[in-house]
């Protein structure tokens, strides 16, 4: 489905992977609506962006905002792809230094915010996309976002792990329940990119390890890359069910 012209919505897209996103469509002449916490730069991006973004104050675990913010994007204009970028992580063990049990809310938190906002968005995004009449094929594109923690998560990220593992497994069967009404879903699992909460809160010489194990390219990866991707996801109509790695064929170890 060409990107000119249609209507997305980004979440997460006031800073990192989400703004390089609604950037990148934008400039691709598409209009977007960017989700984010109400205490997000949200709006000063949009603003930013010109008058093709708007902004939608969302926190993607709550269902009654995410029904309403969909309804309003629709009346707006007929949604057509979703760039799911919202989510986190929060160290966790199992077991602290002492051996005592770690908080479960430690876990259901992440977890409800990847997972259950993932699905959340999925699904009124798709009841949006599902009145759509077709347009190269396609009524909507659904592009989630996981991590290769998903497959290769370290000590301190079984949260995390777990959580990004839950997109991943419902990658396939959310395309193939929704082929039916012509809404394609992919997944992107990125390595590490050189985003806010990493650059900005990480110790340089943290950074620059990280950046040192990737193969090839050994650097951080650029949001535009990720951006990218997701594009030509939404424009390559077969692509459906697949959860795509961009890492620079990095595999996590333990630690």
Not at 151 to 177: C, F, S
Request: glycine share 10%.
């Amino acid at each position: 489905m060409r990107t000119e012209g249609i209507h997305a919505v980004v979440t997460g897209g006031a800073s990192g992977l989400g703004l390089a996103t609604a950037e990148r469509l934008v400039a691709g002449g598409a209009h977007v609506t960017i989700f984010d916490l109400e205490r997000s730069a949200g709006a000063e991006q949009a603003e930013r962006l010109g008058e093709r973004a708007r902004f939608s104050a969302v926190d993607v675990t709550d269902e009654d905002q995410a029904r309403e913010a969909f309804a309003e994007a629709g009346a707006h204009a007929p949604v057509r792809a979703l760039v799911h970028c919202a989510g986190r992580g929060k160290p966790m063990r199992i077991l602290d230094r002492d051996g005592a049990v770690t908080p479960l809310s430690t876990f259901a938190d992440i977890v409800n915010l990847n997972v259950i906002g993932t699905f959340t968005m999925l699904r009124f995004a798709a009841e949006q996309m599902a009145k759509n009449e077709p347009l190269d094929g396609d009524r909507g594109v659904c592009v989630l976002t996981a991590s290769i923690a998903a497959y290769e998560g370290q000590i301190g990220q079984i949260n995390y792990a777990a959580a990004k593992a839950g997109v991943v497994g419902m990658t396939l069967p959310a395309a193939r329940d929704l082929a039916k009404v012509g809404i394609r879903v992919c997944t992107i699992a990125p390595g590490t990119f050189a985003t806010p909460l990493l650059t900005e809160s990480g110790r340089p010489d943290i950074v620059q390890a990280l950046a040192s194990s990737i193969p090839h390219p050994s650097r951080l990866g650029d949001p535009d890359e990720f951006a990218g991707l997701a594009e030509h996801i939404i424009s390559n109509g077969m692509l459906n069910g697949e959860t795509i790695r961009i890492d620079g064929a990095i595999r996590m170890a333990p630690r």
